[in-house]
């Protein structure tokens, strides 16, 4: 079940789920924004423009060009948002001449203190907020090749064009839209072009009551799109910090608790519920009654590389990595698996201990088969690294042994909520997993089984 604002809008219906990392966390906007006093303010007058100019979008936006979307709808929506803007001005990068549509300043005195400026980067841009660019009504903002694969080059993926442009005016922030789908990006992050902020106007707008009036919810839904692209989001407050980079800053540190709890939480809970249930089956179903130290080792390094897979397999589903939006790889995903388990135990239903009933083991290993050797009627690409190869030592453990069904679902949901909250993974970076993977494998001795129910 999506989670909600306190008004109740849910964060999963506003926002598109292209590939990649999110500019924020979804998780730290749901719980944190509504607490910011951005939030208090009323988006009703805006909404009201706005929407006149949506309807003369939506009725002839599909027959206008680049310039006529930039005539027609965004340099008003601009207005709106309370942008004083100056339209292609030149930006030098080395020999190459670059001009993203629009430079983007606080107020119109720093619009005219800029204009001289003109050709010289530091100084013009230097005045600037952000930079924006343009497309024509309805443009894919990224576009993949034909094996699924993103394509970088200019021309095909507008996200990179966005990236030289933030390298070439040394603009901290970028906005790239098609009038419909808003993108916002910083500099600042490793991976310019494929992490971004995305919100879907159209999901917003389209919508309306018989009587023309917005919802509460659809309201805030407006609210959370106003309050990311208008001129107030980007202007610094009296601690030198403004709207966007606050939101960053809290991102960040979520994503850091959230790892150093999730190691602890693997570390405590976790772990002796997957090596308990490997040692259970070893004692019921293979007659071995009592294990060695260099089995529990074994044990160890076996239970390690199964959760380490299935935080990577969150990870990938989060990021669109694996296709979950696929309806056919959705109903083998972990992340369908999870959300099964929490409805089970939201409704007090009972989980199997049986050794030997072993279902939801048996579909992890599937999953496992298929990520390792690719599975293209899924739209699974296959992964080379041998992180899912059974034939490696950790692996073969793992194809020779099973767990219960209940000792399955309690490590998934143990990774999945954080006191009852969905962990963001589509937050949480490469370098936060490996933090987690490389503090286990620094953890003393392996820690007292426990067999807690889910």
Known sequence: ?????????????????PAGKSLFSRHYLETHL??????????????????????????LGE????????????RPTLDVLGWAFIPQAAARRGRRLSRPDYALFPDAEVKNEAYPCQGQDDAFYGRACAIAEAKHWGRPLSRQSTDGREQWDADANPSHQMVNYLVGTHCPWGILTNGQIWRLYSREVSSTASEFYELDLGLILDFL????????????????????????????????RNFVQRVAAGSASY????????????YR??????????????????GIGQETAASRAEIYRASLGLLYKLLFILYAEARGLLPVDNPAYHAESLTRMAAEFADKRQRGLPLSDATHATRQYDSLLALFHRIDLGDPSLGIPRYDGGLFNPATPENRFLETHKLSDRAVARAVNILVYDAGEPVDYGYISVRNLGSIYEGLLEMPEMPSLRRDGI
Do not use: C
Not at 35 to 58: I, N, S, T
């Open 34 to 59: 509504p607490r910011y006093p951005e939030w208090a303010e009323d988006p009703h007058p805006v909404f009201v423009r706005l929407r006149e100019l949506w309807e003369h979008g939506k009725r």
């Open 269 to 286: 809970e976790v772990m002796p519920e997957v090596a308990g249930g490997f040692i259970a089956y070893r004692r019921e179903r293979l």
């Open 255 to 266: 994503a850091r608790e959230v790892s150093d709890k999730l190691k602890e939480l693997v």
């Open 1 to 17: 079940m999506p989670h909600s604002y306190s008004s109740g809008v849910p964060i999963s219906s506003l926002s598109a789920s």
């Open 63 to 74: 027959t206008w060009n680049e310039n006529q979307t930039e005539t027609e709808f965004l």
């Open 209 to 240: 009551p018989t009587d023309g009036e917005p919802t509460a919810e659809q309201l805030d839904a407006f609210k959370l799109w106003w309050l990311f692209f208008r001129r107030d989001a980007f202007v610094a407050d009296a601690q030198d």
